[in-house]
T-cell receptor, first 112, second 113 residues
Framework: NAGVTQTPKFRVLKTGQSMTLLCAQD?????MYWYRQDPGMGLRLIHY???????AKGEVPDGYNVSRLKKQNFLLGLESAAPSQTSVYFC???????????FGEGSRLTVL | GESVGLHLPTLSVQEGDNSIINCAYS??????FIWYKQESGKGPQFIID?????DKRQGQRVTVLLNKTVKHLSLQIAATQPGDSAVYFC????????????FGTGTRLKVLA
């Protein structure tokens, strides 16, 4: 059982480039989330989805877009990367009937 | 390398001793709390949770205490082991089962041999 899988694990971009992070979960969870984690700060919610075909903004959505075309996948896109988006990104999923969030291993993004 | 965890408060504990990690939560309406462990280069892992109708919950070697009066949560780890070295953080929500989690910044636990 793989749980939550994120790809890629590492990426270096130049300012202005675009990229997509993929999150896949095999637990049939309804809810999926994208967080970013920066030094000295707690996890901050970027976007989330409460079901296939639905997405919503979280706490820090600017500069990111998401899509949930399939229940098991949640994509995070950066259309024009900026150095301020250098961070570690975590995907998580949960079942609305419980409270526990299951996290992926993280994707470290550096924007030069 | 590890960028997560810089500037975090650090608790250093001798191997075999008990550890107590504290968390002050912000929302008096929060009714569900989770402790996570995050090892270097890995995603957060669930340790233990507690609902607001309880003030104590025990797991294997871990105990969570909840004091709603002062909005305080603590994680106690018994007989701390080297494998317990990690960053620990709490999360709270007033709406369990939705997206509305608030995460603390974390405490680094260092286990001394």
């Amino acid at each position: 059982n793989a749980g939550v899988t994120q790809t890629p694990k590492f990426r270096v971009l130049k300012t202005g480039q675009s990229m997509t992070l993929l999150c896949a979960q095999d637990m049939n969870h309804e809810y999926m989330y994208w967080y970013r984690q920066d030094p000295g700060m707690g996890l901050r919610l970027i976007h989330y989805s409460v079901g296939e075909g639905t997405t919503a903004k979280g706490e820090v959505p600017d500069g990111y877009n998401v899509s949930r075309l399939k229940k098991q996948n949640f994509l995070l896109g950066l259309e024009s990367a900026a150095p301020s988006q250098t961070s570690v990104y975590f995907c998580a999923s949960s079942d609305p009937g419980t409270g526990e969030l299951f996290f992926g291993e993280g994707s470290r993004l550096t924007v030069l | 390398g590890e960028s997560v965890g810089l500037h975090l408060p650090t608790l250093s504990v001798q191997e075999g001793d008990n550890s107590i990690i504290n968390c002050a939560y912000s929302n008096s309406a929060s009714d569900y709390f989770i402790w996570y462990k995050q090892e270097s280069g890995k995603g957060p892992q669930f340790i233990i949770d507690i609902r607001s109708n309880m003030d104590k919950r025990q797991g294997q070697r871990v105990t969570v205490l909840l004091n709603k009066t002062v909005k305080h949560l603590s994680l106690q780890i018994a007989a701390t082991q080297p494998g317990d070295s990690a960053v620990y953080f709490c999360a709270e929500t007033a709406a369990s089962g939705t997206y509305k989690y608030i995460f603390g910044t974390g405490t680094r636990l260092k286990v001394l041999a």
